[in-house]
Nanobody, 126 residues
Framework: QVQLVESGGGLVQAGDSLTLSCAVS????????MGWFRQAPGKEREFVAT????????YYSASVNGRFTISRPGARNTVDLKMTRLKPEDTAVYYC???????????????????WGQGTRVTVSS
């Protein structure tokens, strides 16, 4: 059974940096894409960033572009999200997502991903 486990969330101040990590277990193949989405209180879940295997293609939402960096470190089926210059509006639960098959779905949409983590909370105080 494929499972995604996120780590790295916490409480930080505006302007600080934080790195989230996600690891996939239970799968036998390399994931074709891994991404991060977030859901702020009272809002719908939204796309943050995604990276396509082997890691040279990335996409970011406009709100985080230039501040966040997504990468696939050397370990198999892991993804990091380095967040810098954090703002209070970045406060949300961050979810890791993964897929094994490319398909035709836009990797910036939730429907592109078959597997999801439980989420890790990030709180940015002003």
């Amino acid at each position: 059974q494929v499972q995604l486990v996120e780590s790295g969330g916490g409480l930080v101040q505006a302007g600080d940096s934080l790195t989230l990590s996600c690891a996939v277990s239970g799968g036998t193949s390399i994931t074709s894409a891994m991404g991060w989405f977030r859901q702020a209180p009272g809002k719908e879940r939204e796309f943050v960033a995604t990276v396509i295997w082997p890691g040279t293609i990335t996409y970011y939402s406009a709100s985080v572009n230039g501040r966040f960096t997504i990468s696939r470190p050397g370990a198999r089926n892991t993804v990091d999200l380095k967040m810098t210059r954090l703002k209070p509006e970045d406060t949300a639960v961050y979810y890791c997502a993964a897929r094994y098959y490319s398909g035709n779905n836009d990797p910036r949409t939730e429907s592109a991903y078959a597997y999801w983590g439980q989420g890790t909370r990030v709180t940015v105080s002003s």
